[in-house]
C-alpha cells in the first residue's frame, strides 16, 4: 500500500514561485505514474500535470510553460516547480501516483497542500 504526504504550499502574490513536494513510501517500487491534480472551491479536480508510466511529462493547458513535474526515485519523491503562478492557480494540490499490487492497478493520493496565490 503505497501511501503519500504532500507538502510546500503556502500564499504567494501572483508572478510568484512554489515548489510541492510529494514523498512516497510503502510499495514505492510499484509506482508507474506520478501526477499533480488540484481543485479549487466549487471546481472539480482536475489534472495539472502527469508522468504516465511510459514516460515524458503532460500539463493542463492552462500551466503549460509555467509549471514543471519531476519525480526523484532515488528520494520516493515527486515534486511541481509552479512559476509565474497566477490567482487562478489557487487550489488544493493533491499528489497522485499509479501503482500496481500482482496484476491490479490502484491508485494514491496525498492529503493535500493549500496553494494561494494573492492578486
Known amino acids: 500500500q503505497v501511501q503519500l504526504v504532500d507538502s510546500g504550499g503556502g500564499l504567494v502574490p501572483a508572478g510568484g514561485s512554489l515548489r510541492l513536494s510529494c514523498s512516497a513510501s510503502?510499495?514505492?517500487?510499484?509506482?508507474?505514474?506520478v501526477g499533480w491534480h488540484r481543485q479549487a472551491p466549487g471546481k472539480q479536480r482536475e489534472l495539472v500535470a502527469l508522468?504516465?508510466?511510459?514516460?515524458?511529462?503532460s500539463y493542463a493547458d492552462s500551466v503549460k510553460g509555467r509549471f514543471a513535474i519531476s519525480r526523484d526515485n532515488a528520494k520516493n519523491a515527486v515534486y511541481l516547480q509552479m512559476n509565474s503562478l497566477k490567482p487562478e492557480d489557487t487550489a488544493l494540490y493533491y499528489c497522485?501516483?499509479?501503482?500496481?499490487?500482482?496484476?491490479?492497478?490502484?491508485?494514491?493520493w496525498g492529503q493535500g497542500t493549500q496553494v494561494t496565490v494573492s492578486s
Open positions: 508522468i504516465p508510466h511510459e514516460g515524458g511529462t
Open positions: 497522485y501516483v499509479q501503482y500496481t499490487t500482482g496484476y491490479n492497478w490502484r491508485e494514491a
Open positions: 510503502g510499495g514505492v517500487s510499484s509506482i508507474k505514474a
